[in-house]
């Protein structure tokens, strides 16, 4: 079979996928302020220092700490993050002060450090500006032991900290600002990249005989819903209330937009390995190029045109209905709803942190304490390694903490955290080997690490960890120590530490992720009979489009519960949950399609009764399942056994309930299955 390659724009395709990995430019805005934070600061300072005559040394912590701040502030609006970025300099400087004191005496030195690690968990119930000032408590202090500022001139690291945070305020709020007009704009063109991208992607694996591929675009499926899940939330949130009408209709685009791209993934499926397979892959590449280029598109002259004609009826339909929302794609053109720079406020709700049933402890408490754990298990490790470079240990564990919850989660994160610094010290040994002793080579590779590393700061935290590393090499080549040993030295520091914080997370009031994982499964499912229960008894069109953002968001909750153990790098078992994962992924994708306006609406009266009580009778079945995977430490009982589905006989020509009867049946299955999966009742 050929293959037209000639059709292929690899430079649009490669823009598009370059701008679809950082959506609302967070992460260039991220790597942006970083460097010229690092720049600005390393030149006033070097003046400065000079002027005072104190060792450069000195001033690196007022280097650091507002580098990190202005890249990375918690808060959502402008006034929380600048009342945020106000409080940096005071903890911070506290925090260099104490460790510099400290730091002559180990074991002092380190119950400081545990005591530092324990509040900085334990503020996190407080949210988010009380988490990002403990993490920025914590930094500090580990910053002041790898700094060894003497205890004589503590006195100088507030005044390197509040001048370093000053010219990081102007930079983060003046020079390099957010503006959630622009960051909606660099989204939402962001989102036809990814749809461009992924019809890309459809193409290419129908020129390649289909199956090539598949993993790519069902990466790309859930990036998109995820995509359009941060818009909804970003219109939700910022939104102004006079264009409350534009941002329904956008936010309704955003939607049926999201639901098309996945209608024709299943039409490339069901036209894979037809005759004019081809002709269909050319006309994909097309519709990618006028998604790119924002223009016009004619879903019934492409139709006759690309779409093969041996396609089945229903498969047809689909593909009429995808390409009619994919031409009516919210373009750039339009204008987009007004936006403010502050969060609307949202109703108070109980804290997501407190204990459940009067239970000691409650989940901070619980992490906080696992923490400290398996810091204290890695300070003492690490000082039998190395006595004074023992708190690379501690970083290790604390690190692989910030980003777990259960011991799967924290088995992942840790080997990913060796994995990097591994790959880490490689980049950081080969860097400094290549430019030792060039002064002018280093300092620059150190700004383009810095600028990098804090591009990947959101998201890419492993490639965040390497970059660290090469960061580290060339700040330690630059100070004249040595680099490939200190180098070494962490990565077993690394080691200890995430040895620590697996053991930590095993023994010390362990959360194990299948109790996560049926938690959340069992949201999801919820969420899928709320939606049946929205879309097929007559609730109006804004409580569907409401139900469907949170099916939405409980899939997307599952996933982060579960992507770290089941991803290629997890060394543990992992194909159960990514069945799972697949089954429930699945249900979410046939209750969505089930639910669109053209499945839900387009019967006739009598079949249309009958499809609402399968719907009904569907949404308990998906309320029994859930109660059984929210039941902790064992399984009840069921009531009784799911009931039949009481699906009505086809009409032969009515496509839409065709198609509902089909994706209701296909949730029936997938649950059913997912019941079978259940232990028996009273085994854990």
């Given amino acids: 079979m050929r293959h037209d390659r000639h059709r292929f724009d690899y430079p649009g395709y490669l823009r598009e996928r370059l701008l679809a990995s950082d959506p609302a430019l967070e992460r260039l805005q991220s790597g942006l302020r970083a460097l010229l934070t690092a720049g600005i600061c390393a030149g006033?300072?070097?003046?400065?220092?000079?002027?005072?005559?104190?060792?450069?040394?000195?001033?690196?912590?007022?280097?650091?700490?507002?580098?990190?701040?202005?890249?990375?502030?918690?808060?959502?609006?402008?006034?929380?993050?600048?009342?945020?970025?106000?409080?940096?300099?005071?903890?911070?400087?506290?925090?260099?002060?104490?460790?510099?004191?400290?730091?002559?005496?180990?074991?002092?030195?380190?119950?400081?450090?545990?005591?530092?690690?324990?509040?900085?968990?334990?503020?996190?119930?407080?949210?988010?500006?009380?988490?990002?000032?403990?993490?920025?408590?914590?930094?500090?202090?580990?910053?002041?032991?790898?700094?060894?500022?003497?205890?004589?001139?503590?006195?100088?690291?507030?005044?390197?900290?509040?001048?370093?945070?000053a010219i990081a305020f102007l930079i983060r709020f003046w020079l390099v600002p957010e503006h959630p007009g622009r960051m909606l704009h660099s989204e939402l063109r962001a989102w036809r990249a990814r749809i461009a991208a992924l019809l890309v992607d459809l193409a290419r694996g129908l020129e390649q005989d289909g199956g090539a591929g598949r993993k790519r675009v069902e990466a790309q499926l859930a990036a998109l819903n995820a995509q359009s899940l941060d818009i909804d939330s970003r219109i939700e949130d910022f939104g102004k209330a006079p264009a409350q009408g534009e941002a329904a209709r956008l936010r309704d685009g955003i939607l049926h937009g999201e639901l098309a791209a996945e209608a024709v993934d299943?039409?490339?499926?069901?036209?894979?390995?037809?005759?004019?397979?081809?002709?269909?892959?050319?006309?994909?590449?097309?519709?990618?190029?006028?998604?790119r280029k924002d223009r016009p598109l004619d879903a019934g002259a492409w139709i006759d045109r690309h779409a093969p004609g041996t396609l089945l009826e229903a498969v047809r339909w689909r593909l009429r209905r995808a390409?009619?929302?994919?031409?009516?794609?919210?373009?750039?053109?339009?204008?987009?709803?007004?936006?403010?720079?502050?969060?609307?406020?949202?109703?108070?709700?109980?804290?997501?942190?407190?204990?459940?049933?009067?239970?000691?402890?409650?989940?901070?408490?619980?992490?906080?304490?696992?923490?400290?754990?398996?810091?204290?298990?890695?300070?003492?490790?690490?000082?039998?390694?190395?006595?004074?470079?023992?708190?690379?240990?501690?970083?290790?564990?604390?690190?692989?903490?910030?980003?777990?919850?259960?011991?799967?989660?924290?088995?992942?994160?840790?080997?990913?955290?060796?994995?990097?610094?591994?790959?880490?010290?490689?980049?950081?040994?080969?860097?400094?080997?290549?430019?030792?002793?060039?002064?002018?080579?280093?300092?620059?590779?150190?700004?383009?690490?810095?600028?990098?590393?804090?591009?990947?700061?959101?998201g890419l935290q492993n490639a965040y960890t390497v970059l660290l590393s090469a960061m580290l090499a060339m700040l330690y080549e630059l100070m004249g120590m040595d680099s490939p040993g200190l180098l070494l030295l962490r990565l077993e520091e690394t080691a200890i530490g995430a040895a620590s914080a697996i053991l930590g997370a095993r023994f010390v009031f362990p959360a194990h992720t299948r109790d996560e994982s049926g938690s959340r499964s069992a949201d999801l499912l919820r969420a899928a009979g709320k939606l049946l229960r929205a879309a097929w008894t007559g609730h109006a069109p804004e409580t569907r489009h409401a139900a469907v953002r949170e099916l939405d968001r409980k899939l997307q909750a599952l996933r982060?519960?579960?992507?770290?153990?089941?991803?290629?790098?997890?060394?543990?078992?992992?194909?159960?949950?990514?069945?799972?994962?697949?089954?429930?992924?699945?249900?979410?994708?046939?209750?969505?399609?089930?639910?669109?306006?053209?499945?839900?609406?387009?019967?006739?009266?009598?079949?249309?009764?009958?499809?609402?009580?399968?719907?009904?009778?569907?949404?308990?079945?998906?309320?029994?399942?859930?109660?059984?995977?929210?039941?902790?430490?064992?399984?009840?009982?069921?009531?009784?056994?799911?009931?039949?589905?009481?699906?009505?006989?086809?009409?032969?020509?009515?496509?839409?309930?065709?198609?509902?009867?089909?994706?209701?049946?296909?949730?029936?299955?997938?649950?059913?299955?997912?019941?079978?999966?259940?232990?028996?009742?009273?085994?854990?």
């Fill in 560 to 684: 982060q519960a579960l992507g770290p153990v089941t991803g290629a790098a997890y060394p543990g078992s992992k194909e159960n949950r990514r069945e799972h994962l697949a089954r429930l992924a699945r249900i979410a994708y046939c209750v969505r399609h089930a639910c669109a306006p053209g499945a839900c609406d387009a019967s006739s009266s009598a079949q249309s009764e009958a499809l609402r009580e399968a719907a009904r009778v569907l949404a308990a079945s998906l309320d029994d399942t859930a109660a059984l995977l929210d039941t902790p430490g064992g399984r009840e009982q069921p009531s009784a056994a799911l009931p039949a589905l009481p699906l009505p006989a086809a009409d032969e020509g009515n496509i839409p309930q065709q198609l509902a009867m089909r994706w209701l049946a296909e949730t029936d299955d997938k649950l059913r299955a997912i019941r079978k999966e259940l232990p028996a009742p009273g085994k854990p």
């Fill in 323 to 458: 390409l009619a929302a994919l031409a009516a794609l919210p373009s750039l053109r339009d204008p987009l709803p007004a936006m403010g720079d502050e969060r609307k406020p949202a109703p108070a709700a109980p804290p997501a942190s407190g204990a459940k049933d009067g239970h000691w402890p409650d989940d901070t408490t619980r992490r906080a304490l696992q923490a400290c754990a398996a810091a204290l298990g890695a300070l003492l490790a690490g000082r039998a390694l190395s006595p004074d470079h023992w708190f690379w240990a501690v970083f290790a564990a604390f690190v692989v903490f910030t980003r777990s919850a259960t011991v799967g989660q924290t088995l992942s994160g840790a080997w990913r955290q060796v994995l990097a610094t591994v790959a880490g010290v490689g980049v950081g040994i080969a860097a400094a080997a290549l430019v030792h002793g060039s002064r002018s080579i280093e300092l620059s590779l150190l700004f383009v690490f810095i600028a990098a590393g804090f591009y990947a700061f959101h």
């Fill in 44 to 165: 006033a300072f070097l003046f400065l220092t000079r002027w005072l005559g104190l060792k450069y040394e000195l001033s690196l912590g007022g280097i650091v700490v507002p580098m990190i701040a202005a890249a990375a502030l918690p808060d959502a609006g402008r006034r929380q993050q600048q009342v945020t970025m106000a409080w940096v300099p005071v903890v911070a400087s506290a925090m260099l002060v104490l460790g510099s004191l400290v730091s002559g005496n180990p074991w002092l030195s380190g119950a400081c450090f545990l005591l530092v690690i324990f509040v900085a968990f334990q503020v996190r119930r407080f949210g988010p500006r009380a988490s990002g000032l403990g993490t920025i408590a914590y930094q500090s202090f580990f910053y002041a032991l790898l700094l060894k500022v003497p205890p004589s001139k503590a006195q100088w690291d507030p005044v390197f900290v509040f001048s370093g945070c």
């Fill in 266 to 291: 299943a039409v490339v499926r069901a036209a894979d390995g037809v005759d004019d397979s081809q002709d269909f892959a050319a006309g994909l590449h097309a519709l990618a190029r006028d998604i």
